[in-house]
């Protein structure tokens, strides 16, 4: 994991594939909770026991455990500034929702090497080559291909699997990079500006230095290229200098 000394954040995850995040869906509205929660009370913890403890819908208290553990991972664990979980729940609150689900989907996919690659190394060249139709099994021969990279892909079970080729799909369509049902389309997102500018702020907080902001891969979760990158950057450092 790469850290920021300045405030022991750790922005991105890094190392093998784990089959349990993608696998659980977006967890949107449950992300939105979790985002209330810790508002309320300031503490991760006492946030996180809500959930558990009730807060959540869902009947089984295991249940609710389980999806709290998938919360954390993207949203707690890496510690992430104040700034960033509060952005994440005005965006929440926003009539809109546009801007919350495309920032997280940038949080899901920074803290789930397994869904950041796939966008990067599926999607992307796909949105480009101007094929757009998303179905499980190009999940799967991304795994298979994989395998020699993440060897830990060959100890997954083919019911785990299949979950995480339902979840890959479910989660990109949630977050506006896909639609459809069974039969899935890439889509070109609109993307706010508040959306755009959360992820410059990440980017600089990260350490990446202004001239190569626009030429990062992150963008690139949003379809975007680096002259749209550029473009938008160029108009957020307008607006900060007033």
């Not at 789930?112 to 796909?126: A, C, H, K, S, T």
């Amino acid at each position: 994991m790469t850290s920021s000394s300045a405030e022991g954040t750790q922005w991105r995850i890094a190392g093998a594939y784990v089959p349990t995040l993608a696998g659980k869906s977006s967890l949107l509205e449950e992300s939105r909770l979790l985002l209330e929660a810790y508002a309320q009370s300031g503490d991760a913890q006492v946030a996180c026991k809500a959930l558990i403890d009730g807060v959540l819908p869902q009947r089984s208290r295991e249940t609710r455990a389980s999806i709290v553990r998938v919360l954390r991972e993207r949203l707690l664990r890496w510690h992430p500034p104040t700034w960033v979980l509060t952005d994440l729940l005005a965006f929440a609150r926003t009539t809109s929702s546009d801007a919350f689900h495309l920032a997280m989907l940038l949080h899901i996919a920074r803290q789930d090497l397994l869904l950041y690659n796939f966008v990067q190394q599926v999607i992307v060249p796909r949105w480009y080559a101007g094929t757009t139709k998303m179905i499980r099994s190009d999940v799967q021969g991304f795994l298979d291909a994989a395998q020699e990279v993440h060897p830990e892909v060959n100890g997954w079970s083919h019911a785990t699997r299949e979950r995480l080729s339902r979840g890959v799909l479910t989660v990109l369509r949630d977050c506006k990079l896909l639609k459809g049902g069974v039969k899935k389309q890439i889509v070109l997102p609109l993307v706010p500006e508040p959306a755009v500018h959360h992820l410059i702020r990440l980017l600089k907080a990260e350490g990446v230095a202004c001239e190569q902001i626009a030429q990062h891969p992150d963008w690139r979760l949003w379809l975007w290229d680096t002259a749209q990158a550029q473009k938008a950057l160029e108009s957020y450092l307008k607006e900060q200098r007033g």
